[in-house]
């Protein structure tokens, strides 16, 4: 196949022109970064595990009816996606108190929530990513309330849904991020899950040692950063045979 235009690099992905109009092609790399990017690294396999573990996340929330941007996984890294005007929120769900909700509000890590809290962030990294309420999004135009509404109820599914499907492999879902956007088709617009589910987006403990297996082993240097990513993946059942080193370089699959 002939090499794609490169359309966007971001942090720990790139998009490239998909095959057909409308879809593109997310890479999966294995770069890390924190605290709005004032740590940077890499995490040796973490793409080959983030773009399994997204595929198998985002086809489970398909199997219930959750739309989303996924189309198919190609190779090792690669997945076709459909395209989309995406809301520049970064849309975080927790459960349990942790990371800056326990830092800003004194609320000791570990804490169960009494319900889940959804929280937004407007996505402009110059700005570092700054929390906002509602009234920003509508007032700035960033989502229409409809938008909105439609955003909050998918966000509550997707976190009951996870949060039964993780504790199912003995991991409790103590936060998440997630991105959303507009796909147009027929002259409708729908809103769709989009960019990634991972544990560079999600925190992910031990449901019964409370062991972390997700981006904060990186973040706080803990240590066996791809241990964590890859037992993740060991508990959902796909671990990918070949290993996580595709020194080879991508391959098709289909
Ligand atoms: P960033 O550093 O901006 O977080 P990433 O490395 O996560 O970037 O790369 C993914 C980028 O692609 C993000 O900016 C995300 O908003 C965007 N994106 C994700 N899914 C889609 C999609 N289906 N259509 C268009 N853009 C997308
Ligand atoms: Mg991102």
């Known amino acids: 196949m002939a090499r794609r235009r490169q359309l966007y690099e971001g942090k720990a992905k790139i998009l490239f022109e998909g095959p057909e109009p409308g879809t593109l092609v997310q890479y999966f790399k294995d770069d890390a970064t924190a605290f709005n990017s004032e740590k940077k690294g890499t995490i040796t396999g973490k793409g080959v595990l983030n773009n399994r573990i997204s595929e198998y996340l985002m086809m489970r929330l398909m199997d219930i009816g959750v739309p989303t941007h996924f189309i198919r996984r190609l190779n090792m890294r690669e997945q076709l996606i459909r395209e989309v005007e995406i809301i520049p929120l970064e849309v975080v769900v927790r ?4 990371g800056s909700l326990s830092t800003r509000l004194g609320i000791a890590e570990g804490t169960r929530l009494p319900r889940s809290i959804i929280e937004y962030y407007y996505k402009n990294a110059a700005l570092k990513n700054p929390m906002v309420c509602e009234e920003h999004i509508t007032a700035f135009g960033w989502a229409a309330t409809q938008d909105l509404d439609d955003v909050v109820a998918l966000t509550l599914r997707i976190n009951d849904f996870l949060t039964g499907l993780f504790l199912g492999v ?8 997630i991105e959303f956007g507009r796909l147009y088709e027929n002259e409708e617009m729908r809103i769709v899950l989009a960019d990634e589910v991972s544990p560079d987006n999600c925190r992910l403990w031990d449901s019964k040692t409370g062991e972390k297996m997700d981006k904060d082993r990186f973040r706080r240097d803990l240590g066996k950063v791809e241990e964590g990513y890859q037992e993740v993946a060991r508990r959902l059942g796909i671990l990918p045979e070949a290993g996580v080193r595709d020194l080879k370089g991508p391959e098709m699959m289909q």
Request: hydrophobic share 60%; no cysteine.
């Open 170 to 177: 003995g991991i409790s879902l103590v936060d998440f991020k």
């Open 95 to 98: 459960n349990v108190a942790a």
